[in-house]
C-alpha cells in the first residue's frame, strides 16, 4: 500500500484554506486545515504530519513567531509559507529562521503540488537512509549474537595468519563525507568534529554537505540554496537566506564566531569550507 503523506494548512483565509485542502487531496493527500496558531497547536500534538502550509499574516500570532515554535518543538518538520508580495521580506526571514520554501499569492495548483512532491521527496530519502542503516545494524549485532562463538574462533584464525593477510572491513564509501577534521554520515545524518558528534537541523546539515562537497573551492549564494533547498533564488535572496544558515552552522562548529576557521565567507561571492 502506498504512503498517503499527511499535510496540514494553517490560514484565517477560508477560502484558501478550502482551496488548498481541494488541491491536496485531489493529488492523494492527506489534508487538515486549522485558521489560527492555536488550532493548529492541537493538530500538532495529535500529528504526526509531513508538512505544512503556514500562512505569514495571521491574527493572534504572526506566521515567522508560529514557525520558531514549530521548528523548536518538530525540527524536522518541513514548513512551506505562504506569502503576498506585501510581505516578501517577513517570506524571506522565515526561510532565515527555518522554513524550507515559501509561495507567493496567488497561487497556482501545479506550483503548489509541483513543491510538495519534491519536499516529500527530500525529506523522504535521510528518513529511508536512517530507517535502512538502523535495519542493517540489528541484523549485524543479530549475526554477531548468533555467530558468537564461530565470530571469536574467525577472529583467532585470523590473528594466525598474522597482519599481512588480514582483511579490511568494507564500508561503502558513498554513506561517508570526510574534510579534514570533519566526518559526515550521510545515511545517519550526523556531524563529527575531531571525533566528538554535532548535532545540526537538516537544512543546516544539507548546507555542510554541499559546502564539503565543493570545499576547497568556494560556493556561491545561489547554488548554496538551491542544491542545499532545492530553488533557485536571485542572488541578493540566495545571500539572505544562506546567511542565515551559516550563522546556524558557523554556531555549531567554530569555537569563535567571529573569527572562524572552518566556513570563511569569500566576499561578493559566497562561502568557503576550510578543513
Request: aromatic content about 6%.
Amino acid at each position: 500500500m502506498a504512503l498517503v503523506h499527511s499535510i496540514l494548512v494553517v490560514d484565517d483565509e477560508l477560502h484558501l484554506r478550502r482551496s488548498l485542502m481541494l488541491i491536496l487531496q485531489r493529488a492523494g493527500y492527506q489534508v487538515t486545515v486549522a485558521g489560527s496558531a492555536r488550532e493548529a497547536r492541537h493538530y500538532l500534538q495529535a500529528g504526526p504530519f509531513d508538512l505544512v502550509f503556514l500562512d505569514l499574516k495571521m491574527p493572534e500570532v504572526d506566521g515567522v513567531t508560529f514557525l520558531t515554535e514549530i521548528r523548536a518543538q518538530y525540527p524536522e518538520l518541513p514548513v512551506l509559507i505562504l506569502t503576498a508580495h506585501a510581505t516578501l521580506e517577513s517570506a524571506m526571514e522565515a526561510v532565515r529562521q527555518g522554513a524550507r520554501d515559501y509561495l507567493l499569492k496567488p497561487i497556482m495548483p501545479h506550483a503548489i503540488l509541483e513543491r510538495v512532491a519534491k519536499i516529500l521527496e527530500a525529506q523522504a530519502r535521510p528518513r529511508r537512509q536512517r530507517e535502512i542503516t538502523a535495519q542493517i545494524d540489528n541484523l549485524v549485532g543479530e549475526l554477531k549474537r548468533l555467530d558468537g562463538t564461530a565470530h571469536s574462533s574467525d577472529k583467532s584464525e585470523r590473528a594466525d595468519h598474522g597482519a599481512a593477510n588480514s582483511e579490511p572491513a568494507v564500508v561503502a564509501p558513498e554513506r561517508y563525507l570526510q574534510r579534514g577534521k570533519i566526518t559526515l554520515d550521510l545515511h545517519t545524518r550526523r556531524v563529527l568534529l575531531r571525533d566528538q558528534q554535532i548535532l545540526l537541523p537538516p537544512v543546516t546539515f544539507d548546507y555542510l554537505v554541499t559546502l564539503m562537497r565543493h570545499s576547497p573551492n568556494p560556493v556561491s549564494y545561489e547554488t548554496l540554496v538551491e542544491e542545499s533547498q532545492g530553488f533557485r533564488v536571485s542572488r541578493a535572496e540566495a545571500r539572505e537566506i544562506a546567511r542565515g544558515r551559516i550563522h546556524a552552522l558557523r554556531k555549531a562548529l567554530e569555537a569563535d564566531q567571529r573569527h572562524p576557521e572552518f566556513v570563511i565567507t569569500v566576499r561578493d561571492v559566497g562561502y568557503n569550507l576550510v578543513t
